[in-house]
């Protein structure tokens, strides 16, 4: 008997569930040398919390792709078991942002299941809105400059990335404009590019004034990458890769925290010692600017193709210290590295390519161009989101501070994939139901 979308996300939840508690209970044994009922509580209430999420998609999108919802339990999952590994008051806090993220998952569901496609109708509203999130961290009093790059909002005892939610806005903005104007863009009007350009000019504007390259590759990555899917012009990407080449060079010459992370990725070891800024002495690059990155390598070279396994990777001195700074954000793929060695990073990275592939084949099975190009720009952009922290720590491109999606500990990247996931399951059921 042929099982329905929705019985297969349960099974599917229901393996993740059994495996996310052998997690938990494989670094309770590793630290604690027994095992423990409490520890068993983050996978029950982690479980019931994804069945709360299946129970929402049953009730409102029953067509929906029944892969999406558990490869994202199971990504969240990973990251939970790893940051309970490093600090359970962490996890606590991390278990807190997936109740919100999966809260408002369902939010999203309810109040958008008959017609999602209205939010076309607010293109310009959610082009604006992306714009004011990037300015956001630099407004005085409440912007915060974290490692170089002023991307953070503090408000009160929270700190927030408000540009992870600004990621959304600019897709919805470009997937209802490009399907709008795509075929007179091709004529080069200016008229017919001039909310584009303001849009993708405001955009670099913010993103030059917060001094990460990172954040700004992964939005004009997300811009050249849906143009492309509207247009099918390789000349625009062209000429748009160009123009990101020159302004990059621009911010490399201008900003010095940008030229310190091309300087590290390039030669993150010297064999002579250079200025430091951190103590204002001579030292080795490795013992100073890039002392996060060549850390981070050999975390990633202890883990071997094996692994430590779950709770017996070294990530302190024996002080009390870390060895990597950021580890549960910026760093946990090196973490999860050490632990799961080449083999379980592998997996996982196996697991985020599974999850791209399913949001664009709801793109190709979605019957108008507005559906099309938000399924393609949302899987378009968590793949690339991922490709440019993994590519960053593995020295493939210059080091970024961005998150790792539904892994790394942070709040506003939890709430913003699972909005990602609520899209992409809105655009799968509306496909699937007329297919059907």
């Known amino acids: 008997m042929r099982l329905s979308y929705r019985n297969r996300e349960l099974l599917t939840l229901v393996v993740v569930g059994a495996l996310t508690a052998i997690g938990f209970a494989s670094v309770y044994i590793s630290l604690e040398a027994q095992i423990s ?7 029950v209430f982690f479980f019931g919390l994804y069945l709360a999420a299946h129970v929402v998609a049953r009730a409102t999108v029953p067509y929906a792709d029944p892969y999406l919802l558990p490869i994202a339990g199971l990504l969240t999952a990973i990251g939970l078991t790893e940051i309970y590994r490093l600090g359970t008051r962490d996890a606590f806090r991390q278990g807190l942002w997936i109740v919100i993220g999966v809260a408002v998952f369902a939010a999203a569901l309810v109040w958008l299941r008959r017609d999602y496609r209205v939010i076309a109708r607010y293109k310009y509203l959610f082009g604006v809105g992306a714009i004011v999130l990037l300015f956001l961290p630099l407004a005085p009093g409440i912007g915060e400059t974290i490692n170089g790059a002023r991307l953070w909002v503090s408000l009160g005892p929270f700190q927030l990335q408000p540009g992870e939610l600004g990621k959304i806005a600019l897709i919805v903005f470009l997937a209802a404009y490009l399907q709008q104007r795509r075929e007179v863009l091709a004529q080069g009007r200016l008229k017919d590019w001039g909310p584009l350009l303001l849009i993708w000019g405001g955009a670099m504007l913010v993103l030059f004034a917060t001094d990460d390259l990172g954040s700004a590759l992964l939005y004009y990555g997300i811009f050249l ?5 509207a247009t099918a012009r390789l000349a625009f990407v062209a000429g748009g890769l160009g123009l990101f080449l020159v302004g990059a060079a621009a911010v490399y010459e201008g900003t010095p925290h940008v030229r310190d992370r091309v300087l590290n990725w390039i030669h993150p070891w010297t064999t002579t010692k250079i200025y430091c800024p951190v103590s204002g002495r001579l030292a080795y690059r490795q013992d100073c600017q890039s002392y996060q990155e060549v850390q981070s390598l050999y975390s990633i070279a202890h883990g071997g ?5 779950f709770g017996n990777g070294t990530f302190q001195t024996t002080s009390g210290h870390q060895v990597i700074p950021d ?3 910026d760093f946990i793929y090196s973490a999860l590295a050490q632990e799961l060695g080449l083999i379980g990073v592998s997996a996982l990275l196996m697991v985020y390519m599974l999850f791209v592939l399913r949001g664009f084949r709801v793109a190709l099975a979605a019957s108008d161009g507005f559906s099309k190009l938000l399924a393609a720009g949302l899987s378009f ?7 440019v922290i993994v590519g960053g720590i593995l020295r493939v491109i210059p080091l970024t501070g961005i998150t790792l999606p539904f892994v790394s500990y942070g709040g506003s990247s939890i709430v913003s994939n699972f909005l990602l996931v609520a899209g992409l399951m809105l655009v799968s059921h509306r496909a699937n139901r007329e297919a059907a």
Request: charged fraction near 5%; hydrophobic fraction near 40%; glycine fraction near 22%.
């Open 305 to 309: 193709f094996g692994g430590t396994g």
């Open 327 to 329: 580890l549960k954000t």
């Open 381 to 387: 952009g968590f793949a690339l989101q991922t490709f």
């Open 225 to 229: 990458g849906l143009l492309y899917v």
């Open 37 to 43: 009922s409490g520890s068993l509580t983050y996978a």
